[in-house]
């Protein structure tokens, strides 16, 4: 099957998180949007649904940034809820 060269723009953050993702899961951006196309074939429209967040932006940016602290490892642990609230007093 012969193939085509492509070009998307996309944010850069983003392409950075997806390619991370991807090369988690034993792929490259390339495979990734081939099955991405064919699920769409397959399924005559996009392979999930597409709705509003229900969350504030707020909210989700906070989400983010906790889901970065804990995967830093130079952010401080506690074994307990009442060892951080003695460490905020």
Not at 9 to 31: P, W, Y
């Amino acid at each position: 099957m012969a193939t085509v060269p492509t070009q998307i723009r996309i944010d850069e953050n983003l392409k950075k998180q997806a390619t991370e993702l991807f090369s988690q899961l034993g792929m490259d951006m390339s495979s990734a949007m081939n099955i991405f196309l064919r699920q769409c074939v397959m399924r005559g429209g996009l392979p999930f649904e597409v709705t509003l967040p229900k969350y504030k932006q707020d909210v989700l940016d906070a989400m983010e940034e906790a889901k970065k602290l804990s995967k830093d490892p130079n952010t401080k642990r506690y074994a307990s809820f009442s060892e951080a609230m003695e460490d905020i007093d």
